[in-house]
């Protein structure tokens, strides 16, 4: 990273264990001693990998985007097509293969906007943010416990929806927020 106000952390790891290993995450458990205060640190760390979060825009100004049941906060949720980044895949490739699996819309241009890190507080997942375009229908490859809704939402509603914060994920908020600040003036 390029950039004078952020640097690495100077803290020692003391001691690091796995507290949980899932399908989908990884929980450590790790002391660090900080070297200003010799204060002894616990922290948890969700270790999640890379995600990809894509926007899709029909050729008649239509956000392609998905409702889907969040289960940690029970309610079905407005978002945009997004998954983990598999192991061998570049994060373009996963963005196309996701937005496919999910909305059966394929990319023919594809550009990624930004980085952004959801949960720093306690999780290492990088949330690579792509806008999508030139959209072929195809056919949907959903996971067999998937249970997604495919809406296509004119631009001006889902600015109004932002407006009014009714847009309640952080990806979506910041996808949205870069789309309508450099993308839709280009």
């Known amino acids: 990273m390029n950039n004078k106000y952020y640097e690495k952390i100077d803290y020692e790891l003391i001691d690091k264990k796995v507290a949980y290993h899932g399908k989908r995450i990884t929980v450590d458990e790790l002391h660090y001693r900080n070297p200003r205060t010799d204060q002894i640190i616990y922290r948890e760390h969700v270790l999640a990998g890379n995600a990809a979060i894509i926007m899709p825009i029909t050729d008649d100004g239509?956000?392609?985007?998905?409702?889907?049941?969040?289960?940690?906060?029970?309610?079905?949720v407005l978002a945009f097509p997004a998954g983990m980044i598999e192991k061998g895949?570049?994060?373009?490739e996963g963005a196309i293969r996701e937005l496919e699996e999910e909305t059966g819309y394929k990319a023919n241009y594809i550009k990624e906007l930004r980085e952004v890190y959801p949960a720093i507080?306690?999780?290492?997942?990088?949330?690579?943010?792509?806008?999508?375009?030139?959209?072929?229908?195809?056919?949907?490859?959903?996971?067999?416990?998937?249970?997604?809704?495919?809406?296509?939402?004119?631009?001006?509603e889902i600015k109004t929806m932002l407006d009014n914060g009714?847009?309640?994920?952080?990806?979506?908020?910041?996808?949205l927020l870069h789309y309508f600040m450099y993308e839709e003036r280009k």
């Open 121 to 156: 507080g306690y999780s290492n997942e990088k949330t690579i943010i792509f806008l999508a375009k030139n959209l072929v229908k195809t056919h949907r490859h959903l996971d067999e416990t998937e249970d997604i809704e495919v809406l296509e939402i004119p631009i001006h």
């Open 62 to 76: 239509k956000f392609v985007m998905i409702r889907e049941p969040r289960t940690p906060i029970e309610l079905k």
């Open 89 to 92: 895949e570049t994060p373009e």
């Open 166 to 175: 009714e847009i309640k994920t952080s990806s979506e908020t910041v996808a």
